[in-house]
């Protein structure tokens, strides 16, 4: 290898007492895919974070070209050629896909005071080509679906002839047909000298797209390994410091109807939608992006209003209304975490309480004592790091967010629980967790419905499958019938639009 | 003991401030450094500042200890209520309230019984279990103005009133004063009678909106004397300067300015720096034992270019004379 | 175990009272009489009608809302409960029916807001037309006078030296601090404030959260009207102007965020208390209106900065 | 190439202009002067000036910000211009002196919301004391009159038959229409409201963009003061007073969010004629004041409930 594209020395970095990189120090070579890898709350954002300038590491050195930077701020991260996705998506839902692009650095025109929107429409439309040719670049961005939010992300990263990309987690809510794409726009930019450093739990993107990749655990270096050395694995050993042992799907499933779906629709998002859920039943809905798989959740869940259709428990019709489902023993995991999962500033003990406060307080008084118990039964339980329920959950990694609103309703003892995109985002620890809390909760005889843009995660936890196309199902695919090949056929439209 | 609420408008048991010295005798002495307060509604009006240099004036003559304090703005009423019962504790001797409504001011007035100092009801808003009351008749301003119209406007015509803020004592009676006499002369009309809450810019707008539609109007009357300047632009812009004549209340020095320039027809003057001493020189004699009536009014005249420049001067003693010869 | 959220709430209110430490001192200083026992009852006594009025805001605004219409909904109860009783109404009933009005202004204010779907300013900035409009209409402008004795007593009497607005504004505080701190409301009250969709999706009852927060700021306003109704022994219909922007204010000095989520009823307190204690302080030491108007912008800044300073060492 | 962000602002403004449409036409109906050219141009005139404070009033709320020290920053501007002027100093001078007075308050708000990390509303609420109590001070009270008839033709000409101040603010709409729709100012702003940490991570300099809404604000709030003096003739140290909310309540009426990110011009200006026409037809009909509160708050609250139903079908 020749000399290094980038080198982080030493980089430290602490939350008041906490901290969180133990100096660290990262390579990065010309034209190399380097994966950054690492359980939730690892330090994997913050590493990159720190590279573009959104915050300051409180020591540690950073060289591009074999020159010191001191990258100040996200414009001096631009000036020193470096471009980042961020896991979260950062946009103004009020402005179009094309001025999120340019944002902080519109184009100008009539000596600099107009911005000069057609052409950074046509620029963004160029770029987006590669990645997905249906999104407009006039549009809102409010008015895009998360996966096509995060291309537009992604295409910001690519406009500035960056020398550096930083992506942390890009693919989490991408279909496998758009990873494709991104694979090939990445070998283009490598092609060309561009250096990308590549955050993901999805081991095989990993290994697809990375040529080596850095370690971190609890803030510190374990390790920089070759791909082609190593297996999965091993990897995976180092990122969290014991072997994980890999299970295939079990079965719970019995013939009991929990709940029954009938012809629920709304507009053309989701059109005469029926099923049948069993006790004990993991039920996997699997479908392009766009096809109505979340607003399905949303409808059953009580959170949007259905038009026609009706929604059976136990026999009953329960009434629209999240409240009136909750009460019926239905829990929603959503799947835009910020937005519509936490409470930012309050405790995890409290966000999990949420739904289930009638059980936590006694003639109208809360039990403060038996919430933080509980909650500290049920977030143990799910390996919650740090366990620490008191602290305000906005100061979790997204990892362990995502395992307090799956608490959420455990402590508020729903029967049937809808998962969307539950894995989206979290490690392979915390994955592994996750799917054995799902069988867990199926083989107590819970009803389980799991929304998942990832094929080896619907086939890994279902026991039957929901293909949906175009807002209906396209197909229900018992056991036997779950293949990759399966769902890919019909999930996509005879002719696209 | 058990007063009847006081109506500083209608009480019987009343005076004027002229025949103070003839009934009462001359100012009584009072101990030189005898603390006097004034609480008074709001130093951003004229009016309130001038009251005050009215009080100031006696205590400086008489050799006092004097402080005067106000709202932080108008309407402020448990802000005037803190200050006024702030003050009761620091050893006054004698207290004088202008208060922002009937009622703000009523505990203080009750904790000043039961720490025994006096209090005197000073214009505008009327405590009613004052014991006593010193200042104008609110009803007279606006009667005051309609007298006008009908002595100088025999034909009658349309006029308008441009109110003060909703529900409060002095608007209220300045436009019932002015709309009851005017009307009962039977050939005026009041066309319009609309709020400007004191605000100069609503006063104009109202105005030049009552224009629009009554091109033919004779005559505003406006609840003070800043509205009545804006009312008066109003008037200018649409070029009715000569068919429209526009009266104020209050007095301010800008009024004086604009009926010199011949902008303003007139106002109804108060005489604030003069009810301020005429208060004060009140408050002493109750001081000294004096059993005065409940109410004395206080002078008020209405002000035209014909006699601007004998009540435009700044020589109390003149005014006092100029006033007690009407 | 770690305390921090308990750790949180101390350090944000240690920075409020500090502010009120600074300029209680300061005062001291100046002028001798501000420390004497009777002043500092003083202070709370006057301090109260706000402290009442701030209580519900201080939820209104943690609900993520805010009420510009307390002033005109004081009014309104006062009135009607003054009404009442000058009409002989038994001093229970009339009490009742103030509570209601107020509970019923809120309940208006809160139906619009969200079964309407319009925003919270202009909800209430509306409604601080209307209500003033209802309450100059209902006594045509006059103030209502003769209130029976007995209720006058209730309002000018003391428990053990202290005067009863200040015993009650006491009692609502911490029953208002039991309501955040230690009930299921005040967790909904916090979620919906910090993110209503999330709040929504957990089944919080966002809804009826809301309403309750503007009702009982309306039963508050109505309690602070009584209060002040028994001290004035008079009911007038201009009563309550500018009440919202002490309250306001006094919740935003005690770290109350206006975007939701976030407050505090004991920085709302002392909140109060540094308002009260400026007013008070720059009265004894004889202020002119327009030097005590600058003082008060300045402190409101200042405060401000202090408690952000505090704040900062959270790492908001 | 779908126009979808024009449509979105075409309905949401077509929601104002029914609101507006259906007040004019019950008041056309009830009194035949409404609908007269001279009342239009009346209603029109007497809108300009809280049109000229809710502009800015409007860049402010889109940048998730709020001004409430509007009509204090127009009193300080108006009388130290004034002050100028009696004192002889030539009008521009004068004019350019009270718009940099506007603009430093404007700054001073705005470096305590960024440098100070303060909540706008708190701020702007010192503010309206602090500015309020400079004027007071800087005049003692006292109006300021006897301005030069120069500027005052300014302000009371009229160019092809339409009044000067409504020429100005139209020109200003338009200023402030392109810097928002056309310029990396206006996209800065929507991107500091609509979501801070994302405008802050794309590099959007959110600093120099609130200072900038500030500053603007403040300048605006100066004209609108110039404006005034001109047609008084006089610079009042107690200017402006409420003018905060008649700004808000334009500009909410017309579609913009005070959580930020959304707003529009063309709305806000058919807030202000609203508003104005609304002052304008109920004292055309001589209602009594009580009646004029009473139908102000309702139809604020009706305006955002037409506007809101209107909004409602774009799906938000
Ligand atoms: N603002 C903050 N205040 C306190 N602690 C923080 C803050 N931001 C991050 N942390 C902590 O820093 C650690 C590293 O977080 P980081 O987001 O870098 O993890 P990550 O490796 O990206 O995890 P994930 O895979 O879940 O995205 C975590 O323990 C997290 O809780
Ligand atoms: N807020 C919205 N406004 C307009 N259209 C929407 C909105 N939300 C969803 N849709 C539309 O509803 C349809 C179904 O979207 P949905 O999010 O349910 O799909 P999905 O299969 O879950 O995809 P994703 O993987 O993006 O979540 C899509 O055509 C989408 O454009
Ligand atoms: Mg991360
Ligand atoms: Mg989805």
């Known amino acids: 290898m020749h000399m290094a594209r980038l080198t982080l020395t030493g980089i430290t970095k602490s939350y008041g007492p906490v901290q969180v990189l133990h100096g660290v120090d990262l390579t990065v070579a010309k034209g190399e895919v380097h994966g950054l890898l690492g359980e939730n709350g690892a330090g994997k954002s913050t590493m990159l974070n720190i590279l573009s300038g959104v915050i300051r590491a409180d020591g540690g050195s950073i060289a591009v070209d074999g020159a010191p930077v001191t990258i100040a701020s996200p414009q001096g991260a631009r000036a020193a050629g470096i471009a980042m996705i961020h896991q979260e998506l950062q946009q103004v839902p009020e402005l179009t896909v094309a001025q999120n692009m340019y944002l902080g650095r519109p184009l100008r025109r009539l000596g600099g005071l107009i911005v000069d929107r057609g052409t950074q429409e046509a620029r963004a439309r160029a770029v987006l080509a590669q990645l997905d040719p249906g999104i407009d670049p006039a549009a809102p961005v409010g008015r895009l679906r998360v996966a096509q939010r995060q291309i537009v992300e992604i295409g910001k990263a690519l406009l500035g002839n960056a020398r550096i990309i930083a992506m942390d987690e890009p693919t989490s809510s991408l279909t496998p047909t758009e990873f494709e794409r991104l694979v090939q726009v990445i070998a283009a930019l490598t092609a060309q000298g561009v250096s990308v450093i590549y955050v993901s739990h999805k081991m095989d993107e990993v290994f697809r797209l990375c040529q080596r990749a850095t370690v971190l655990r609890d803030g510190r270096r374990v390790g920089q390994v070759d791909i082609a050395d190593v297996s999965p694995p091993q990897v995976i050993e180092m990122m969290v410091g014991r072997e994980l042992a890999q299970a295939s799907h079990r079965s719970f499933a019995t013939g009991q109807v929990m709940m029954r779906v009938q012809g629920l629709t709304r507009g053309r998002h989701v059109q005469d939608a029926g099923f049948t859920l069993h006790r004990g039943e993991v039920l996997g809905v699997a479908g392009l992006v766009g096809s109505g798989r979340t607003e399905l959740m949303r409808l059953i869940a009580g959170v949007d209003r259905a038009e026609a259709g009706t929604v059976e428990i136990a026999g009953r019709v329960v009434p629209q209304g999240v409240r009136a489902r909750i009460s019926a023993g239905l829990g929603l995991v959503p799947e835009e975490r910020k937005r519509e999962g936490i409470i930012r500033h309050r405790p995890v003990a409290v966000n999990m309480a949420l739904p289930s406060m009638r059980l936590f307080s006694r003639l109208g008084i809360t039990r403060a004592a038996h919430l933080n118990r509980t909650a500290e039964t049920v977030m143990g339980d799910m390996q919650l790091r740090p366990l620490a329920v008191r602290r305000a959950i906005g100061t979790f990694s997204g990892g362990n967010q995502q395992k307090a609103i799956i608490g959420r309703w455990i402590a508020a003892r729903a029967q049937i629980l809808l998962f969307d995109e539950p894995t989206r985002g979290i490690d392979v620890g915390a994955k592994a967790e996750i799917y054995a809390l799902i069988e867990r909760l199926a083989s107590e005889g819970h009803g389980i419905i799991v929304v998942s843009s990832e094929l080896p995660e619907v086939i890994r936890l279902s026991d039957r499958v929901l293909v949906m196309r175009e807002g209906r199902i396209a197909a229900t695919l018992p056991g036997p019938e779950i293949t990759e090949a399966n769902i890919a056929r019909h999930a996509i439209p005879a002719t696209r639009p | 003991q058990d007063l009847t609420p006081l109506n500083s408008d209608a009480e019987p048991d009343r005076m004027d401030w002229s025949e103070l010295e003839a009934r009462f005798g001359p100012m009584p002495e009072t101990p030189a450094g005898t603390k006097v307060g004034g609480v008074s509604k709001t130093l951003t009006n004229e009016y309130w500042r001038s009251l005050g240099e009215g009080y100031a004036n006696v205590a400086k003559a008489e050799g006092l200890e004097f402080v005067y304090q106000a709202a932080q703005s108008e309407g402020d009423q448990l802000g005037q209520l803190s200050i006024a019962e702030n003050l009761i504790t620091q050893g006054f001797a004698v207290l004088l309230f202008s208060p922002q409504t009937d009622a703000n001011l009523i505990p203080a007035v009750e904790k000043a019984e039961a720490a025994g100092v006096p209090i005197l009801n000073v214009n505008d808003a009327v405590i009613p279990s004052a014991k006593n009351y010193v200042g104008n008749v609110q009803k007279g301003n606006g009667v005051n103005v309609a007298q006008w119209f009908i002595d100088n406007r025999p034909d009658g015509g349309k006029v308008a009133v441009i109110e003060g803020q909703p529900g409060v004592y002095a608007a209220g009676q300045r436009t019932a004063g002015f709309t009851e006499t005017i009307t009962a002369a039977g050939n005026f009309e009041v066309v319009a009678s609309v709020p400007a809450d004191w605000s100069r810019e609503l006063a104009f707008n109202a105005a030049a909106t009552i224009l629009q539609q009554h091109p033919d109007l004779i005559g505003f009357y406006a609840n003070n004397d800043g509205m009545a300047l804006g009312v008066v632009e109003a008037v200018k812009a649409a070029g009715k300067a000569e068919q429209v004549a526009v009266f104020g209340t209050d007095g301010i020095s800008d009024a004086y300015a604009a009926i010199r320039a011949g902008d303003l027809t007139g106002t109804v003057d108060s005489f604030p720096v003069l009810t301020g001493e005429v208060a004060l020189e009140v408050a002493l004699r109750l001081l000294a034992g004096q059993d005065l009536p409940r109410v004395v009014a206080t002078p008020q005249a209405l002000v035209t270019a014909d006699n601007v420049e004998t009540f435009a001067t700044s020589d109390m003693a003149a005014l006092r004379a100029a006033l007690l010869a009407q | ?316």
Request: aromatic fraction near 4%; hydrophobic fraction near 55%.
């Open chain 3, 1 to 316: 175990m770690t305390k921090s959220p308990f750790r949180h709430l101390r350090l944000r209110d240690a920075g409020t009272l500090l502010g009120l430490l600074l300029i209680g001192g300061v005062f001291a200083v100046l002028t001798p009489v501000f420390l004497t026992a009777p002043n500092l009852l003083n202070i709370l006594q006057q301090s109260s009608i706000n402290a009442c009025i701030a209580l519900g805001m201080t939820l209104v605004i943690i609900s993520g809302g805010i009420d510009l219409s307390v002033g005109p909904v004081a009014a309104l109860s006062a009135v009607v409960g003054a009404a009442l009783m000058v009409g002989g109404a038994p001093i229970a009933v009339a009490v009742l029916a103030a509570l209601g009005v107020g509970m019923l202004c809120g309940l208006m204010n809160g139906v619009l807001i969200t079964l309407g779907g319009l925003q919270p300013f202009i909800v209430t900035l509306g409604g601080l037309s209307l209500y003033r409009a209802l309450a100059l209409i209902f006594t045509g402008g006059t103030p209502i006078f003769g209130l029976p004795d007995g209720f006058r007593a209730l309002t000018n009497g003391t428990l053990l030296g202290v005067p009863n607005p200040v015993v009650v504004v006491a009692v609502l505080a911490l029953l208002a601090w039991v309501v955040l701190n230690k009930t299921p409301l005040g967790e909904y009250l916090m979620a919906v404030g910090g993110n209503a969709e999330a709040a929504r999706i957990s089944g919080v009852p966002v809804t009826l959260t809301k309403l309750a927060a503007y009702m009982i700021s309306g039963a508050l306003a109505a309690v602070a009207a009584l209060i002040l109704l028994g001290r004035l022994g008079a009911a007038e219909p201009t009563m309550g102007n500018l009440w919202e922007l002490d309250a306001i204010a006094a919740a935003a000095i005690g770290g109350a965020s206006l975007m939701g989520g976030r407050g505090s009823i004991i920085g709302t307190l002392v909140g109060c208390i540094i308002l009260g204690a400026l007013r008070n302080g720059l009265t004894l030491m004889n202020v002119q209106a327009f030097y005590q108007l600058l003082a008060t912008g300045i402190i409101i800044i200042v405060a401000m900065l202090i408690d952000r300073a505090t704040a900062g060492k959270e790492g908001h």
